[in-house]
């Protein structure tokens, strides 16, 4: 279905990713990836520091989330994996991208509004807090997806207003310059998955601290699920699934069969919760074991994960520097 495309997308590193993100977003570009023509998978370090102040942070969550993607079975001949900041190409096509994105765009920014709010709630000054990293920050995701002549970019529903300003702002310079010169992307959000639930039942989200990491060594894994809230029915009342945390979750690890089955034995009564919690744990703990040996051996030798986000950047510059000159020879009469 992808096979004729170029995929990207971007993760931030601000924290250990966990199941919602997995389910969410990780297992959906990897699938995306290893079928598509050509992917651009990065961490967007440069995106973090708005709001990230410690570098050693920024450093340990770059490993973490590239060990993740590699973990889980990315296919690095297909997909270019590299840190955003390693591919220089992104600063020149964002001083020029900064020049066709008008402000009025940056203002509507979901983002930016919702803080905005906040402030005027909390009676601050409008813009406290708010640096020119975190109000430009839909530009440098533009110049992201541009760089790479990207086709479709999958996304989580909060990120779809700024690939649609990417297309905006590609729109704007292909007027101005001429029709060819940036590759007009698509989001593709993943609808299915929309939001997996937490242990407390509200979305899974590092906000609330109601999150199982994804590679949560066993014990912690064990404790966490059984911490899933639940209601007190008894063992033999029927239970509605779609409203079961632990059934949405098990869904996502089981296959079909199984699935159906737990479906099946909540709705028929019979199955208790300390059962179903058990049923899971197992199902998360056997996907997982392999992944989280790789994972935490990758962990263990970050010059492995290096050496892959290196020749990920070399591959990514090819294209971004193609980008990069052909704007520039459009904007500027010459390449820079
Ligand atoms: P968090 O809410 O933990 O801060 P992020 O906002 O960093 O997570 O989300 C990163 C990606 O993971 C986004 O694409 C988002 O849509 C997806 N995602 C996050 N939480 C969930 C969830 N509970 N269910 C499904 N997808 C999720
Ligand atoms: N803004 C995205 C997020 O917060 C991360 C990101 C940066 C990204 N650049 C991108 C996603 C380009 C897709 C394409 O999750």
Do not use: C
Not at 117 to 136: H, P, V
Not at 205 to 229: H, T
Request: glycine share 6%; aromatic share 8%.
């Amino acid at each position: 279905m992808f096979a004729d495309k170029i995929v990207l997308t971007g993760v931030k590193p601000t924290g250990m990713p966990h199941l919602g993100n997995l389910a969410g977003a990780i297992k959906p570009a990897i699938d995306m990836s290893n079928e598509a023509n050509k992917a651009f998978i990065f961490i967007a370090d440069l995106h973090a520091l708005n709001a990230v102040r410690d570098s050693n942070l920024i450093g340990t969550w770059t490993h973490e989330v590239a060990a993740t993607y590699m973990a889980l079975g990315l296919n690095l001949e297909k997909a270019a994996l590299f840190r955003q900041s390693d591919v220089p190409e992104i600063y020149k096509l964002t001083v020029f991208l900064m020049n066709v994105a008008s402000k009025g765009l940056m203002n509507r920014s979901h983002a930016y509004k919702a803080l905005i709010a906040e402030n005027e709630a909390n009676g601050k000054d409008t813009d406290f807090g708010i640096n020119m990293g975190l109000f430009t920050y839909p530009i440098l995701m533009a110049a992201d997806i541009l760089l790479y002549n990207t086709d479709l970019v999958p996304v989580g529903k909060d990120q779809k207003q700024h690939v649609e300003m990417a297309r905006d702002i590609a729109g704007s310079l292909n007027n101005i310059y001429g029709e060819e010169l940036l590759v007009v992307p698509e989001p593709v959000i993943q609808k299915v998955a929309a939001a997996i639930p937490g242990l407390d039942g509200r979305k899974m989200s590092k906000s609330y601290q109601n999150y199982v990491p994804i590679f949560a060594q066993q014990k912690a894994l064990k404790k966490s699920i059984m911490k899933i809230v639940t209601d007190s029915k008894r063992p033999e009342d029927p239970k509605d699934p779609d409203e079961s945390t632990i059934y949405q979750l098990y869904q996502h690890f089981a296959s079909k069969e199984e699935a159906d089955a737990m479906r099946q034995q909540f709705t028929d009564g019979g199955l208790g919760y300390g059962d179903a919690k058990k049923m899971l744990f197992e199902m998360i703990d056997k996907t997982m074991a392999e992944p989280r040996e790789k994972y935490y051996d990758l962990l263990a030798h970050p010059e492995k994960i290096e050496d892959v986000l290196m020749a990920g950047a070399e591959r990514a510059r090819v294209v971004a520097k193609e980008t990069v000159d052909r704007v520039s020879k459009a904007m500027l009469g010459r390449i820079v």
